[in-house]
Every structure is written in C-alpha cells, then in structure tokens.
C-alpha cells in the first residue's frame, strides 16, 4: 500500500489568508495526486486532479503542485466557503487517501 | 445530467446481509471505472475498491479484501456493495464515485450522495 500522509492534521486561518495544506506519499506517485474539499454532511468534491489540474468549476484560488511524493495544496486568498476537510488522494497505485486536513476560519 | 444516486440509509443487525446501490445517469455507465469509498463516523475517506462494469474487472484494497464485494449490472446503469455477515465495524457512509476518465482508474468526479450504514444489536 502507498500511504499519504498530509500536514497539518488542522489549521485555522482567516478571510485572506494565503494557506498551504501538504500531502506527502510513501514512494514516488508521479503526478498521480488529486485534492477533495468535503463539508459536513455532504459528498466530496473534486478539487485538482493530476497535481496541478484545476476541475471545472472550482475557483481559481485553489491551485495544486508537486510531483514524486510531495504535493501542495494552496489556496491563495481564503474565503469563508472555504471552511471545510481536505484530502488528497494518489491514484498511481490503486488509491489511497490521506488522513485529512480541517480547516478553519478564524 | 450526470449524476449517481444510491440507495437509502440502512439499519441492520450484527450477521445480517446487506447489498446496497449506486444507480449512474447522463453517461455510458459500462465505460468509466466505479469506485466505493468509505467514511467511519468521524473520521476520514477510505478507498474500498473499484469495478469497471463493462468487464467486471474489479480491484480491492488490501485493508478491505474479503471485507466486501462490489459489483455492476451495466444493463441497468448499477454498481453494488455487498456484504454477506455484517459487523458493528461496518458501520459508516459508504460513498460511489466514478473514476472522471473513460478506462481509466483516475480521480473521482462524480459521487453519489452516500449511504449511511448502521449495524447494531
């Protein structure tokens, strides 16, 4: 199994901020990485894909980078929407998802 | 409209059987893998496994072979998640999703809204 390991585990941030979430692989995943944002109660969403992909539809603060086995989630001015775990997830090998990272605003 | 619809919440005792759904619309439902993920309460996702319902090729993850089966029925648009004897660790959402490249195993695009499994006595 390839683990994901992400940083922080929580973070607490306000409106503006610039925040950056980490995930890290067990061994080289390529750009094999995709991002999730999850509210309570709902599904996940699909955030990036292939690292650095923005889906259609999200908000061009969220961008992704990295490739091997780290990876960044940054999202360059916070919003209150943004409130919410993320979660990173290789696909190289079968998948994985890491543990989690719950942001908060401020 | 592309969407996944699963089936309701359920309730069940210890050793019981349970199989529950996940119908896809709006797509070629035979030609995109299906995943099955699922979340304990309060904790996080877990990649369970993954069918291609076009061929049934079905993947597990280590941690959930022999815990489960998935299947498809792509005559009638529907993955499944069974489990023959049911245990309280069991208990949590269990969401579809599918793959967002056609034959391809990839990122999940599309999630049905999850089923909530609860196993008490």
């Known amino acids: 199994d390839i683990q994901m390991t992400q940083s922080p585990s929580t973070l607490s941030a306000s409106v503006g901020d610039r925040v950056t979430i980490t995930c890290r692989a067990s061994?080289?995943?390529?750009?094999?990485l995709a991002w999730y944002q999850q509210k309570p109660g709902k599904a996940p969403k699909l955030l990036i894909y292939?690292?650095?992909s923005l889906e259609s539809g999200v908000p061009s603060r969220f961008s992704g980078s990295g490739s091997g086995t780290e990876f960044t989630l940054t999202i360059s001015s916070l919003q209150p929407d943004d409130s919410a775990t993320y979660y990173c997830q290789q696909y190289y090998s079968y998948s994985t998802f890491g543990q989690g990272t719950k942001l908060e605003i401020k | 409209e592309v969407q996944l619809v699963q089936s309701g919440a359920e309730v069940k005792k210890p050793g019981e059987s349970l199989k529950i759904s996940c119908k896809g619309s709006?797509?070629?439902?035979?030609?995109?893998?299906l995943g099955w993920v699922r979340q304990m309460p309060g904790n996080g996702l877990e990649w369970m496994g993954i069918?291609?319902?076009?061929?049934?090729?079905?993947k597990y993850s280590p941690s959930f072979q022999g815990q489960a089966t998935i299947s498809a029925d792509k005559s009638i648009s529907t993955a499944y998640l069974q489990w023959g004897s049911l245990k309280a660790s069991d208990t949590g959402m269990y969401y579809c999703a599918r793959a967002m490249i056609v034959g391809g195993i990839e990122a999940f695009d599309i999630w049905g809204q999850g089923t909530l499994v609860t196993v008490s006595s």
């Open positions: 709006g797509f070629t439902f035979s030609s995109y893998w």
């Open positions: 069918i291609y319902p076009g061929d049934s090729d079905t």
């Open positions: 292939k690292a650095s």
């Open positions: 061994q080289t995943i390529s750009n094999w």
